[in-house]
């Protein structure tokens, strides 16, 4: 039987339900922020917002997480997995960081939020190196497993960020040594 809070946390961590999907949710998560992030930087949200919406979704999905751990909804199988793919906040909060990263350094458009859309989800599916260590060690501990599930998902986010900075830092540089102008055209 579902408690009201198993239930309300599990639709904060679907994010309504949308983790329920059955093909790729954590895409579908990712994407949901790319396009809140996108309507809003159009919309005049300042950047400085990024940072605080990352702020407190990192400070309250751990918890949320550990409750639908705890009392799982109705409709999930119920074979453990270390990262159940219903869970799509995670997704969020990494996706979200590296936008945070990235605006610290550059000015947000369309093509630089899907850059660090398509390299977050990259990292996040692949889990190379160290993402994957923390996803698979924290797993093995179920009092470790929320936070293991929220962790290699703000690590992949980092590493994004920080990937499309350096991408972007040497995009000019790139384009000067080719001398294509359309290349130019692309990094903008």
């Known amino acids: 039987m579902e408690t009201w809070l198993g239930r309300f946390a599990g639709v904060m961590t679907t994010l309504g339900g949308l983790g329920r999907l059955p093909f790729a949710p954590g895409t579908v998560g990712s994407?949901?922020?790319?396009?809140?992030?996108?309507?809003?930087?159009?919309?005049?949200?300042t950047p400085a917002s990024l940072l605080y919406a990352f702020l407190i979704l990192g400070c309250v999905s751990a918890p949320l997480v550990e409750v639908v751990l705890a009392h799982p909804p109705a409709y999930t199988f119920r074979g453990r997995s270390?990262?159940?793919?219903?869970?799509?906040?995670d997704e969020v909060v990494g996706q979200l960081l590296a936008y945070v990263i990235?605006?610290?350094?550059?000015?947000?458009?369309?093509?630089?939020?899907?850059?660090?859309?398509?390299?977050?989800?990259f990292l996040d599916i692949t889990k190379p190196s160290l993402i994957?260590?923390?996803?698979?060690?924290?797993?093995?501990?179920?009092?470790?497993?929320?936070?293991?599930?929220?962790?290699?998902?703000i690590l992949a986010g980092a590493v994004a960020g920080f990937l499309a900075v350096g991408g972007l830092?040497?995009?000019?540089?790139?384009?000067?040594?080719?001398?294509?102008?359309?290349?130019?055209?692309?990094?903008?």
């Open 31 to 45: 994407f949901v922020c790319f396009l809140g992030v996108a309507l809003s930087l159009h919309y005049g949200v």
């Open 132 to 153: 994957g260590r923390v996803d698979r060690s924290m797993a093995k501990e179920p009092k470790w497993q929320a936070i293991g599930i929220v962790l290699d998902d």
């Open 102 to 121: 990235m605006v610290r350094f550059y000015p947000l458009t369309i093509g630089k939020l899907l850059m660090g859309f398509l390299l977050f989800r």
């Open 169 to 188: 830092s040497i995009w000019p540089f790139l384009c000067r040594m080719v001398k294509v102008s359309w290349l130019s055209a692309v990094g903008s």
């Open 82 to 89: 270390s990262d159940p793919s219903y869970i799509i906040l």
